[in-house]
């Protein structure tokens, strides 16, 4: 009834062609929160099969699981709480970002970090004020393999300040003795803007997915958006004009007509306050009506009589005949990031291309 399709080879080819993109850096694939909602361990394995470069999470309880589930490749992570067991962290060759100097101060001899500083997003990272004495402390520390830090995306001004802060703190680095063999500054979005905010390895997530990290163009390389969700018509009925629809009736039909009913809500990851969504039903788009539901939604669907049980594509391939995550996104004022990450719920997941 309701349905997430993961194309593995969609992202696999994504992959390459990132890899391709962004030679000679390396590309580590990000799948951190579920894989972007993509089912982080499917994602992973495909990902391992291929030869990635490195393997990217937030949470040490992630890369922990991907170790746990035969991941061989190379894992980092970054988004270290009071709870990480960091002698494990070292016994499972997890590579860890270090961001203060208490995380600093429990590494274990032999586990590899990058340090992570702070170059004006002002979340995690070391401050520019303690620079110094970060670099005086890791001096001559062979397990300092990287350092890196992450874009705030807010223009090309702020990008190319970052770019000169992290450049600032690498030559900083360099007074003290320290080379990193990694340098990594960008994300899916830094990559493509910028050749020169490449460095030694880019973090891709979104891309990976093949969805657009840029909310306000095109990006440059044709990536395949490599989740589809869908549901089925499961019911339809003639209604007159002046029928509300839904919670708050932000809808009445404005003349008699028939209503479509889709088995899939808010629970399942539709935005509730979506506005303006279309979604194709047997080649054809039909607008979204009324407020979503937990469970459901209604589509007008005007004279048009259609199957019970025909497909409901709520947004699949980035191609004219089909919705896209950035649609949805955009109909409720968010991205398509929160979109993939958020859907799920009660519907079937069906992996292809394993």
């Known amino acids: ?21 962004f030679a000679p850096a390396k590309v580590m694939a990000v799948v951190k929160a579920n894989a972007y909602g993509h089912g982080m361990l499917e994602v992973a394995k495909t990902l ?58 429990r590494i274990n001899p032999g586990t ?24 005086q402390r890791i001096s ?52 493509m803007s910028y050749p020169d905010f490449r460095y030694d390895m880019v973090r891709c997530g979104i891309g990976i997915y093949g969805l657009n990290p840029f909310e306000d163009k095109e990006p440059p390389l044709q990536l395949r958006p490599a989740m589809t969700a869908s549901a089925q018509l499961i019911n339809i009925k003639r209604v007159p004009a002046g029928q509300g629809v839904s919670y708050g009736y932000r809808y009445r039909t404005n003349s008699e007509r028939n209503l479509g009913l889709v088995p899939f809500g808010y629970a399942e990851g539709m935005p509730r306050i979506s506005e303006g969504h279309k979604v194709l039903i047997a080649g054809k788009l039909y607008l979204v009506v009324g407020r979503v539901a937990m469970d459901q939604f209604v589509v007008d669907l005007d004279q048009d009589e259609i199957e019970l049980g025909t497909e409901v594509v709520i947004f699949g391939r980035a191609d004219a005949s089909q919705p896209t995550a ?14 993939v990450t958020r859907i799920g719920g009660r519907a079937e997941r069906v992996y292809l291309n394993r």
């Not at 099969?49 to 970054?78: K, N, Q, T």
Request: glycine share 10%; proline share 1%.
């Open 1 to 21: 009834m309701r349905h997430i399709t993961i194309d593995l080879a969609a992202i696999r080819e994504n992959y390459v062609l990132l890899k391709q993109e």
């Open 48 to 105: 391992d099969s291929a030869g990635v470069d490195a393997i990217g999470v937030a949470d040490f309880a992630e890369a922990a699981a991907l170790r746990d589930a035969g991941i061989r490749s190379r894992v980092m992570c970054w988004l270290l709480g009071e709870d990480v067991d960091y002698a494990k962290a070292g016994e499972l060759g997890i590579e860890l970002g270090i961001s203060t100097f208490e995380q600093l101060d």
């Open 112 to 135: 590899k970090i990058h340090i992570k500083v702070d170059t004006g997003l002002g979340r995690n990272g070391f401050s520019p004020l303690v620079w110094g004495e970060l670099f």
């Open 140 to 191: 001559g520390n062979a397990d300092v393999v990287g350092i890196f830090s992450h874009l705030a995306n807010t223009s090309s001004e702020e990008d190319l300040r970052q770019r000169e802060q992290f450049e600032a703190a690498i030559s900083m680095a360099s007074e003290h003795g320290i080379e990193f063999a990694e340098r990594h500054l960008a994300a899916t979005a830094g990559a």
């Open 326 to 339: 950035e649609q949805l996104g955009q109909s409720a004022g968010t991205i398509n990031y929160e979109i």
